[in-house]
């Protein structure tokens, strides 16, 4: 694996609200997806800010894509390309006009800037309004054209802020695959803000859960899964719920972390696959008939809501 | 000069990039040519000030014998004399056209230059479009001069060309009763191309520090109106005595305007840092 894409340590950023960000120390590989999950005032958008060098921070470092962006603010930003939550467009120009205005300012020739912004308008299915001015533009429309600016100088590394926030289900849709794709077959470094974890869990190869400024959890939901929980967690499908007999015996069992009755039966957690058929074996002889057995691997929003209860507990103010 | 001024004060000693300049003002002039809430009222103070006024004193200075006499004898002698060296019908076009409408003419840069500067700069927070700006490889000071370009560019050649036409008109206007094209004169001169690009360039000072602390158009007007306001009175008040006093005394006001506008503007472009914006985004 080559030099990371992103490295900072212990960025920390202040304003007079409060603090934004508390020692955020993450790692982003090249052609990796990370994913930047949080609530609203997480402080996601200001570490977009940070790595990109429009903020500078109070302390903490950071090298992306080799360089300092407090330093080198201009030569870094010439290599990475920005979707802002809202698409940031002018009303009062076209879309092409838009992203002419845009290329031309990255140092792009007026000719080149003219084909590459038709051509992009195109590809994001935006060709037939090239030409109308913003103002009447969809969520999802203005979007798009954002989307296209960002890759007008063709950047090593992408930050989208919310890319699909205020967008209907098939628009959300369009962009995910979009952003999927621009990850997948060109091999950029996505930066991705969201609150939202369907599309996280679509598009990343990590994730960084942010509450109130602070890195709770940094990893693959698979690795943070392992973090949050122990064993493996199997569904069984009893009709009805697990009678105090059999939760009993289940519990007696050395290799059974945890049982919990359900509507229609039970969640056992048990320490490894091996202690399956015993559980099953159990139900079975305490005249329990098991109808399904499911393991349950941890999706993504059960990571992330259990590290929200985590850090919500943590957060929370003692009693007096 | 802590660790975090120092990482941006290195990166704004390069050479001005004309070409993003030239690109950004293209893109705010575009802007505002477009924009009938900014074109109308630039164009309407020059029509009322520069076209209806001349026109109106043309006809009445022809129309009958009006004494502005009793009005010159309040002023000082030395300020009263050129005015009372012109034969009686021509006193009322000399001292209107000639001299108390120059102080109001600096109006019009004054306010075109206020207008565009809260447009170009808090009008991009308003349309949250000033994000995009600082995600892009551009200076922080090259976007400052394209956006205080913005604004004096519009400002000047308005009042100049406003000028020219106030001018035409006047002379025109009041052919039958001076007999002579009496417009420019030398305090005109001075202040069209000395006065009002400092003025100018004044209103852009102030509206620049007012726009990065509001967050749109309107409260940048409302908040640079409560500053700009008094010194159009103020400034309409002694300048018309400066006028009078003659061309030295004005052109030496205008050396104060220019210091007060560099330092204006001095002060602006160290305020205007992407990291101060970003904070208030």
Redo the contacts between chains.
Sequence with gaps: MGEPAIICDGLTRD?PSGRALDGLTIDVQPGEVLALLGPNGAGKTTTI?LL???????SGTATVLGM?P??Q??????R?G?L?E?A??????TALENLV??A????IDADVARRKAGDLLERFGMGHRADVKVQGFSTGQRKRVALA?ALLHEPDLL?LDEPTSGLDPAATRDVVDLIGSLAAEQGRTVVLCTHFLGEAGKLANRMAVLFQGKLHAFGTPAELARGLWTGTEVRLDLDVPAPDALLSSLGALSMVIQAVPTPNGVVVRVADRDAVPVVVATCVAAGAPVYAVNPHDPSLEDVYFEIEARAGAVALPEEP | MTDSTARVATVERERVNWSVVRVMLGRDLGAIVRSKALILPMLALPLVLLVLLPAAIGLAANGKQLRVERFVDMLPSALAAPVMAHPPQERLVILVLGYLVAPLFLIVPLMISAVTAADTFAGEKERRTLETLLHLPVRDRDLYIAKLLGGFIPATAVAWSGFVIFAVISNIVCWPVMHRLFLPTWLWMIVILWLAPAVAAIGLGIMVRVSIRVNNTQEAQQLGGAVVLPLVILAVGQTTGLLLAGPKVAFGAGIVLWAIAIWLNIRGARAYARDTMATRL
């Design positions: 304003f800010r990109n060098g429009v903020l500078v921070p109070d300092d407090w330093r603010g201009n030569e870094l930003r010439a990475t920005v802002t809202n940031g467009l002018d009303e009062r120009f205005v845009m031309r300012l990255r140092g600016r930050f």
